[in-house]
């Protein structure tokens, strides 16, 4: 079984800046995660990263691995299946290749997944004209029409958002209630540029070469639209630790100390899976997120 002092499990934005802090700590450390991309990879374009004026999500991560190879890691394509805790301070690793670790220290850093319409077209233009992430991808928009699918308070509070920039905005809720907070809901519904759609669902996304020309309806209609935003929520992928019961918040997202540790002694969590960043999920938070739990690995290790 191979042997580390810190595992770093996932492939999104918290990952690499973990890995890059760890190393200049001169921690023994890996990571273990599939193709980088994670959440970031839903965004056609960034222009909300410090540094970046506008940069393919692929460019913004390869500078990000670029950066964390030059000090120094290990680095593992596969998928990991499972973390158990053995004894007091060492944790088993197990992946989809059937191969075993053992680290000191974990930090999960998987992410979660956008929920999908499952719609025809959607996949189509996946991370172009169909995007999960308004203040990523709403500037990219201006002066056009767009869909916001989805009842919730951040299907709301992003079409707000998107008001601001685009020329009109088509919130289509899937039955006759919108679960947002009333104050949202007010706010939408008093700006000239925002239009709910009632029990209303998406039964394919069109388009072409020129992008997505408009959605379909369940009614038989095809509203025309120059992009779609899906707000319908996200799922934080943390299953691979349940084994050890870590304490998790309603929307499953996982608990953590100002330190980035999780109720796990030596689990420490990052980016979109922990509560100090499922209110706000963006890179940078993601990104400082890491660096803070490798910093607070690093006190571990030399209390050890």
């Known amino acids: 079984m191979n042997q580390f002092d810190l595992i770093i499990i996932g492939a999104g934005s918290a990952w690499l800046p973990a890995w890059m802090y760890a190393s200049r700590y001169k921690i023994s450390n890996a990571i273990i995660g599939e193709l ?12 909300n990263y410090p540094g970046t004026l506008s940069a393919p999500w692929a460019e913004i991560m390869e500078n990000f691995q670029k950066h964390a190879e030059a000090a120094g890691s290990t680095i593992i394509q596969d998928r990991v299946e499972e973390v158990s805790k053995v004894g007091e ?55 056009l029409t767009v869909a916001v699918v989805g009842a919730g308070n951040t299907a709301i509070t992003e079409a707000l958002y998107l008001s601001e920039i685009c020329k009109h905005v088509h919130i289509l809720v899937r039955s006759d209630r ?10 939408a519904k008093a700006r000239e540029n925002i239009t709910f759609h009632m029990n209303t669902t998406v039964e394919s996304v069109e388009g ?5 020309t408009g959605v379909k309806l369940n009614n038989g209609e095809t509203l025309p639209l120059d992009g779609v935003f899906v707000a319908i929520g996200s799922t934080p992928f943390t299953k691979i630790v349940d ?12 608990i953590v100390d100002k330190r980035q540790e999780t109720t796990v002694k030596g689990l420490y969590a990052a980016g979109d899976v922990t509560t100090n ?20 690995v690093h006190e571990d290790m030399l209390r050890l």
Request: glycine share 10%; proline share 3%.
């Open 36 to 47: 980088p991309g994670g959440a970031l990879a839903t965004s056609h374009c960034v222009e």
């Open 208 to 212: 072409g070469m020129m992008g997505v």
């Open 243 to 254: 084994s050890m019961s870590p304490e998790k918040d309603a929307e499953w997202c996982l």
């Open 89 to 143: 301070d060492n944790f088993e690793i197990k992946t989809q290749k059937g191969d075993s670790y053992s680290a000191k220290r974990v930090i999960l850093a998987t992410g979660n997944e956008y929920k999908k319409l499952g719609a025809p077209g959607e996949m189509e233009f996946y991370g172009q004209w169909v995007s999960y992430c308004a203040t990523c991808d709403g500037n990219f928009y201006k002066n």
């Open 178 to 187: 919108i679960r947002a907070e009333d104050i949202w809901v007010e706010k």
């Open 277 to 296: 960043s499922n209110k706000f999920r963006q890179t940078i938070m993601s990104a400082a997120e890491g660096c803070l739990a490798a910093n607070s």
